[in-house]
């Protein structure tokens, strides 16, 4: 038997393993698909109670993820990990298969995550209300970005169903 979203969500064990369930989720959702992307983890902080989770740049192959949160939520609540990450994946996947519209794409990350983890899940409730989760901080503007260049660690071997093995 096909185990569901939240048991395969349960079940990866880095940003690769996760960002496959992301695809997987995205493909079977919205029938798009996209190979090649690379993730970056960034120092992008955190300002006057908000914060960048992640961005894609437009026609770029890049996704990069912020720090700060990260950090933070394995410090303080360890379980939501996992949720988060699927969740700013998931949002920023849908950005590179060309949604550029802000709304558009967080409610794609809603209905996604509503289908496939269920209304109950920690990532459906970031997608939702990040508020309830990380109180005192919210996802700012797409006009918050580093005041200078950031400083990117690319995460090797990110997107494994990209990679061929010739043995």
Do not use: W
């Not at 950005?95 to 269920?118: A, C, N, P, Y």
């Amino acid at each position: 038997m096909e185990k569901n979203f939240e048991e395969r969500l349960e079940e990866c064990s880095d940003f690769s393993d996760i960002f496959e369930l992301v695809k997987d989720a995205a493909e079977k959702t919205l029938g798009r698909a996209r190979a090649g992307l690379m993730l970056g983890i960034s120092e992008l902080g955190q300002y006057s109670g908000g914060f960048i989770g992640g961005y894609h740049e437009l026609d770029s192959n890049l996704i990069v993820m912020n720090s700060t949160p990260l950090r933070r939520i394995k410090e303080t609540n360890p379980k939501l990990f996992k949720p988060y990450c699927f969740h700013v994946l998931l949002h920023e996947y849908i950005h590179s298969l060309g949604f550029v519209d802000e709304q558009k794409t967080r409610e794609l990350t809603i209905k996604i995550s509503l289908g496939l983890l269920g209304k109950n899940h920690p990532a459906t409730g970031l997608a939702t209300n990040i508020k309830k989760f990380l109180p005192g901080l919210h996802y700012s503007g797409i006009d918050l970005l580093p005041k200078k260049e950031p400083e990117i660690f690319i995460v090797q071997g990110f997107d494994k169903g990209n990679l061929t093995y010739i043995s």
